[in-house]
Structure formats: structure tokens, C-alpha cells
């Protein structure tokens, strides 16, 4: 069986390992978080990494500002070469960074870490990775471990794993983890529901073949499209269609899609839109109404957790239009759930069009070099 397809089924245990580490071994460690930044000891903290662990930033990026914890993400090579400071950097004593990688071992990871490690007045490191003996490990202040089985092909497991592992954190931030049992059940749920798709064979093929009957196989080109938290999946999927397809994705939000995305639309155009809130659902439904009434468009699958009132049904009553339900009501928990719901698709994407998914044909897990 296809290396990828096995991890792609493997996120299910990987999942659930994941959360009873964070419930038990790595729980001193969120808590620690929280009393630096609640005791007044940090001020400011900022996400960074690479490739898939730099997406994963979004997701504690949209939960900490809305809550007033002031938040930056920053991609890591650019960090290191453009936007580190060169003077002043006392600036950073109250300031807390979170650096995460799979490895460890990332090239712009290591050469960032000696920056950090050189200033005088140095701030707080939280290293997020798989790798207990790498060199983030060693040379943070503050780890938390994802410890699943290391994964080999594109990512999949580590990347739903960090997800988890961010909104534990931020949601420990803002008081709302460890204190509150309705949010262990809210994260149970989730990881049922992700059993569900990988327990038997028949869940997750009736998922790709539902998609790919609507979708078709033959696409050079995919536009994916959110609003709020669901950004972190439109990056991810934009990323892992092009890793996993080997053809060219674009993710923007729908704001941004506006502002030029939106004249290069044409009659076969395919776009994946993706909505996991109410607020954002009233906003979405309308930008589908246009697609679909006055512009122009192929075909939208809209992948959401919300319940459609008579207007918004009347919207999506249309040939052009595919809507994928999903019961994952929490919005910050639903881009698990939607990255892989997409990854299955691209999988069958790949298997049609003759493609070996999960194979790199120029890159590597991990990447030494910067």
C-alpha cells in the first residue's frame, strides 16, 4: 500500500497519542506558558518555523489576538535573514518564541536558534517538535513534544498533531484549557470523528470518490479560499496539493481574492472554499451567490460545520456547487478536520493522473540546507 495513504490513515492514533501526552507528560509545560505571559513576565509572543510547522502558526495567531494576546508569525527564513533584528535587541526580553519543527534538525531552524541564543537579554524559547533529541530540543528553554512515530513521507500526522498541540496552547493562554471539562470533550469529539473516517476502508474511499465524482481528477490548477481560522487550512492545502499533485495551488482569503484573484476567474475555474463559523458563513454565502449569479466559475466545493438557513440553501442549490458537512463545530478545532478531508481528495487526484502521492520529486523531509 501507498507510504502516504498509510499515514494519512495513521492520523486517527497519531491524534489521539498526541492529546494523552498533552494531558498528562506535557501539561506542566502549557501551564508554564500561561504564567509567564499572565504574570506580566511576557508581553508578546511569536510563532515560527517552515513549510508546514509555519502554517500551523495561523491557528494560535487567530485564537490569542482576538483574545488580546498580541501575536506575530513569522516565516522562519525570513526571520533569520530579513526581519531579525540587528540592533536594539533588548527588545526581545519580553517576548516569547515559539519555534516549531517536525525535526528539529531544519536548516533556518538552527541558524535562527544561535541568533536567539546569542542576545544578552534573550527571550523565552518554546521549541514544538517530534524530536526529543534534536537541536531545537536542546537549545530551548520550554519543549513540548509531539511524540507520534516519526513520519516519512509529505506531511500529514505531524501537521494535525501540531494543530492540536496549538490550540491546547493557546486555549491554555486565554484560561480556557485544563480548567474547563467541556473542552476535553470538545477535542474527544473531534478525535472520534477522525476514528470514524479511518476505521474501515468503505469511510474514507466513499469520502474521496464523492469528491472526485464531483470535482474530476484533471485539475492544473486549484484556488482555495477562507475566512478566519480556516486560513490555516488554505495554506496547508495549497501547499499540500502542489507537494501531493504536483500542480499549482493558490490560497488567499476571500478578501484578498477580490483584490486581482478574482479576474483571473474563468467558466472551468475550480475553487474549494472553506467556512467553519457563523459570522463567516454570512459573508462566504454571498461571495458563492456571486460566483455562481454574476461572475463566473467551474465548479466549488465548499467544505463547512454550519448549518444553512432557507437563503443560504437556495444559494448552494446550484449544479456548480458541492457542499462537504462536517461535524466539527469548534472553529478552531475544524482545520483538522478539513485538511484531511482535502488530503484524501488529493490523494485521489495524484492515483488518477498517474502521480505516486507523497513522493518528493525534488525536495525532502527534511531540509538541511537554508
Known amino acids: 500500500m501507498n507510504e502516504f495513504l498509510e499515514e494519512l490513515k495513521s492520523q486517527a492514533q497519531a491524534l489521539r497519542d498526541t492529546y494523552s501526552f498533552i494531558m498528562n507528560e506535557s501539561k506542566p509545560q502549557f501551564l ?76 533556518e531552524i538552527r541558524e535562527l536558534l544561535k541568533n536567539i541564543n546569542s542576545i544578552d537579554a ?30 516519512t513521507s509529505i506531511t500529514s500526522k505531524t501537521y494535525v498533531c501540531t494543530l492540536l498541540i496549538l490550540y491546547v496552547m ?25 476514528q470514524i473516517i479511518f476505521e474501515n476502508k ?20 486549484l484556488e482555495i479560499l477562507a475566512r478566519g481560522s480556516s486560513m490555516t487550512t488554505a495554506h496547508q492545502a495549497a501547499l499540500n496539493f502542489k507537494e501531493i499533485t504536483k500542480a499549482y495551488s ?26 467553519s463559523d457563523k459570522d463567516n458563513l454570512r459573508f462566504n454565502a454571498k461571495f458563492i451567490d456571486n460566483l455562481i449569479n454574476k461572475w463566473t466559475c467551474g465548479k466549488i466545493l465548499h467544505i463547512t460545520n454550519q448549518e444553512f438557513n432557507d437563503e443560504v440553501k437556495k444559494i448552494h442549490d446550484n449544479s456548480k456547487i458541492m457542499v462537504y458537512k462536517h461535524s466539527i463545530k469548534e472553529p478552531y478545532l475544524a482545520p483538522i478536520m478539513e485538511i484531511i478531508i482535502l488530503q484524501l481528495l488529493f490523494y485521489k487526484i495524484a492515483k488518477e493522473k498517474g502521480i505516486e502521492p507523497g513522493v518528493f520529486k525534488y525536495s525532502q523531509k527534511i531540509t538541511n540546507g537554508i
Open 32 to 107: 508554564k506558558v500561561k504564567d509567564f505571559i499572565n504574570k506580566g513576565g511576557i508581553t508578546k509572543l511569536i510563532f515560527t518555523g517552515m513549510g508546514s510547522s509555519f502554517i500551523s502558526s495561523f491557528l494560535p495567531y487567530y485564537i490569542l489576538n482576538q483574545n488580546g494576546i498580541a501575536t506575530e508569525i513569522r516565516e522562519a527564513g525570513e526571520f533569520l535573514f530579513n526581519t531579525f533584528p540587528q540592533k536594539r535587541q533588548e527588545s526581545f526580553k519580553d517576548i516569547g518564541i515559539v519555534i516549531i519543527s517536525q525535526s528539529g534538525e531544519s536548516g
Open 122 to 151: 534573550k527571550p523565552l524559547t518554546i521549541g514544538i517538535t517530534n524530536n526529543p533529541d534534536s537541536y531545537l530540543a536542546y537549545m530551548t528553554e520550554l519543549q513540548i513534544f509531539i511524540n507520534i512515530i516519526n513520519e
Open 170 to 194: 493557546a486555549k491554555t493562554i486565554i484560561g480556557e484549557f485544563f480548567t474547563n471539562e467541556e473542552e476535553n470533550e470538545i477535542v474527544e469529539n473531534l478525535l472520534k470523528e477522525v
Open 202 to 221: 468503505k469511510n474514507y474511499t466513499k469520502i474521496w470518490n464523492e469528491l472526485t465524482e464531483f470535482f474530476g481528477t484533471d485539475l492544473d490548477f
Open 250 to 275: 493558490e490560497a488567499n482569503s476571500i478578501s484578498t481574492f477580490r483584490h486581482g484573484g478574482i479576474e483571473c476567474l474563468k467558466d472551468d475555474t475550480k475553487i474549494v472554499i472553506l467556512t
